[in-house]
């Protein structure tokens, strides 16, 4: 009796590989099947697999690299615990928040704000982020990006407002233990300027007149009519 051959989808001997600067769990391969190179990437008990499309080995690293990335970020059924990227906790937090809105204990502007100010602001910072390598350095250079796009002191604290409700949702889900410290955003004080004795002594003299311009009386259904 012949051995029983192995199926075509597995790696050819001498071809798994693993990427340099990945963990482990990220490996390209070659099948019998195919002529292309092959990614997978496994996550616990879940194995994700895809035809990398390309039979240059140097550029299937390249893909397998944008692969991992794009699963960390993307794939919903690759546990949290595993990517423990910021973007993917935010995904976590809108998600609960629209949860919390269709039962009624949470406005529905809630996660619709949220996800704006994310989109905008947060996101394209923080996306890539893992969320426990998220330190004051991290935030202050945030704050920073946001005051050289001339942004306002009240909408660098609203983005940071934020940023801090997704990193206490990662700590609800047990991704960091404690919150990093967060920078203090001052309002600049702009006092009304003092009125000179001149300038007060006009705009008495002008109240007046409009007092005056200004009576009233009352007539036959007690209305208000000017004079």
């Given amino acids: ?24 769990r990220l490996k390209i391969y070659r099948i019998a099947a195919s002529p292309y190179w ?3 990437a496994t996550f ?8 990398t499309k390309e039979v240059d080995r140097f550029k299937a690293l390249s893909f397998a690299r944008d692969f991992y990335d794009d699963c960390l ?4 059924e690759i546990p949290i615990e595993t990517s423990r990227q910021f973007g993917r906790c935010a995904d976590l937090l809108l998600e609960e928040c629209r949860r919390r809105a269709k039962t009624g204990e949470r406005n529905p502007r809630f996660a619709r704000d949220l996800k704006q100010i994310l989109d905008q602001r947060i996101l394209p910072f923080f996306k890539t982020f893992r969320v426990p390598d998220i330190t004051y350095q991290h935030l202050s250079r945030f704050v920073d990006s946001m005051r050289a796009d001339e942004c306002s002191a009240s909408t660098i604290k609203r983005a940071l407002v934020s940023v801090r409700q997704v990193l206490k ?13 967060f920078p ?6 702009s006092p009304r300027p003092w009125f000179s004795p001149d300038e007060y ?22 209305k208000l009519t000017l004079i």
Avoid: C
Wanted: proline share 9%.
């Fill in 201 to 222: 002594d006009h705009l008495k003299k002008v109240a007046e007149e409009q007092a005056q311009v200004s009576k009233f009386e009352y007539k036959g259904e007690r």
């Fill in 1 to 24: 009796m012949e051995p029983k051959k192995p199926p075509k989808s597995n790696p050819l001997p001498g071809t798994l590989s693993t990427v340099r600067g990945y963990p482990e």
């Fill in 169 to 181: 949702h990662a700590v609800k889900v047990g991704l960091i233990h404690q919150l990093p410290v």
């Fill in 184 to 189: 203090t955003i001052t309002y600049g004080d």
């Fill in 44 to 51: 616990g008990d879940r194995r994700v697999t895809k035809s």
């Fill in 73 to 76: 970020l993307t794939r919903r």
């Fill in 38 to 40: 092959w990614v997978r």
